[in-house]
């Protein structure tokens, strides 16, 4: 079973997540904010794929990319964002790998995820 | 009697010859008598009939002869005058002297003539000329004086008024400051006053050994000749007035090399058929007022150049609401010359109407006395001004009229609303993201519902519609988002052209469908722009979308592309209803919009993305004849601070 890692400080969108996956056959990993994330990255829990937010208070999710590649762990990352900001962000993304496709706007269509999280950890449906 | 010896004979002829001498003698004695005594009547007469008083007295001063002279000079007849003293003569305080001096003649001194005083019968006092001498008898022993009396008072009077006026004029002429000089017909000066030496440095003996080019400038020598002519030449004129005077300013060299002003004050000097022998003229010496004029005039100039040069429109406007000095920025803003402004009111020229304004500053100064603020946008000129009026008080404190100074602040108000927006589309910003959690947590219980079994068709319905919603509400949101911050895309080197025609040709098929034509008119060979592609894009979707929504029934699209100055310039213009004046003022207002379902953020976004690359976006609409969107884009590319 794959495990994915869900990186979001709002309850209620996590709990959403959490539903849909595991309705889906996912485990889910739950992280309220980039402190928590950046914990479970750094542990020795396997993680297959990350759910990331963007904005967060405290740690946001460009920080737990950064420790994503600091610590040499690229898992496969969907990138959750309010939009524009996204645009800031791709620029950054852009260098450390990401592009487009890995970003999901909210509200996301939850079909839309399955199919990118299928896509990403290249499950053929 | 023979015997009347020869000695006797001789003796008788020696004594007739002796008679014969005595006779002669005799008679030669009696001629010169006669001869004195003709002599003596002759010069009786000349002493009878002289002016001057002669007269005579004996040592007591008793006059023993009175000539007519003395008659007319004293008053006294002859009959009179004979035994009177002489003292009667002599006025009170002179009695003394006049004792003295016979005193002293008597003892044999010599005493000239002189001048003293006499006192005629009526009580006159007279000046003469006394000249008195001794008589004496034949052993040389004094019997008496003669005197010899000359009125002078006349001629002392005379003397007295010539002195007085030399004087006088000797006191202007010593003491002017300005020089009064002669001379003669070819400027051969024969006078100068010692004021000379204050005003040029040389004193009269010296500068009349110089020569008029010494202390002429050639300019001013030139100048006195041509005058010189003209005045000669005025002479010869019917009617001419022969006591007119010239006056003409002329340089001085001094003695030292300075060169100073003078203003010459000149006439001619005539003979007695009032042809002009020689100049007379007063010179002051003016440097002193020529600085201050230069002075005045400098200040003025200084004053005129502060006032033109200032941007701002400042006038100066009086009760009458009349405009009574402006700058040459006022004019210049009005596009008038300021001498078609001066005179008129300030409400006709400001603001094309007949009246002033309600809230006129200039009113409300003169009525309150103190200055004013007020801010407004202009319609004639068309741009935002800021009017301040300060009030200008005569001696008695009662406004005279106003200082008015008004500021473009067309660019402040626009930098203020770029501002207002960038602040909203801060604020919008952060609750629009705020709101697209909730969304998303709408949106996915509601989707999570629809995974579940539903027996109503309903229920299913309506959490399908949440779910669309939740999308719609999504679309509104990024739209607002981008509104707010426009996107750091790439600024990169484009060809304008090509990029108006990639969106054009989206649309352009689309367009067909709808009876609207897009027509192109784009300049060849635009130099090549810095612009965020993308972002453009947007723009020109948006404007290319507004025109059409502009044309209902169908109608053209006229797109135009050129240079203007630093500028590259895109016009968009359509045939549409064109816009209402209300609508025009509110154009780029967030929400504002005409059509149903529009969210009025369209132009909104646009501003914001122009304003990003320092450009312009204007507009031009009549109504029913159409609208023309301008974009001005700077050559000099987009400043990377969005």
Redo the contacts between chains.
Sequence with gaps: MYKILVVDDEPNIVKVFEAFLIKNGFEVIKASGGEEAIKVLNSDTRIDLMLLDMKMPKVPGIDVINEMVRINKKIPTIILTGSVDAEIYLIDLKALGYSREDVLCKPADLFELLELIKKKLGIVQ | MADETKEELIEEIRLLQKRIAELETLDSERKQQQREEEGIRRLATVVRDSNDAVTLQDLDGRITAWNRGAELMYGYSEKEALGMNIEYLTPPGKVAEQKEFTRRLIGGEVVTSFETQRVTKEGNILDVWLTVTKLVDDTGKPIGTASTERDITEQKRKEEVLRESESRYRLLADNAMDIIWTSDMNLSFTYFSPSVMQVLGYTVKEILTKRVEDFLTPDSIQLAGRVLLEEIAKDSLPGADLSRSRMLELQHIRKDGAIIWVQILMSFLRDQAHRPIGILGITRDITERKKQEEQIRHAAEEWRTTFDSITDLVSIIDREFRLVKVNKATAHAFGVDHTEIIGKTCYELMHGSKEPWPDCPHKKTLETGTPTTVEFFNSFLRIYLEVSTSPIFDDKGKVVATVHIAKDITQRKEMEKSQRLAQLGGLI?AM??EV??P???????A??CL?EEIQSDTVKNNLKIIVEE??R??DI??RL??F??P???EIKEADINKNIEAMVDIVEHQFKLINVEIKRNYQKNLPLISIDEPQMQEVFMNLINNASEAMPGGGAITITTSLEGDFLRLDFKDTGSGMTEEAKKRLFEPFFTTKEKGTGLGLAVCYGIIKAHNGELKFESKLNKGTTATVLLPLGGVKHNV
């Design positions: 910003a629009a993201h697209n959690n969304l998303m947590i709408i949106s996915g219980n989707q999570l995974m939740c999308r509400a999504k949101i990024q988002l981008k707010s911050r996107s750091k895309g």
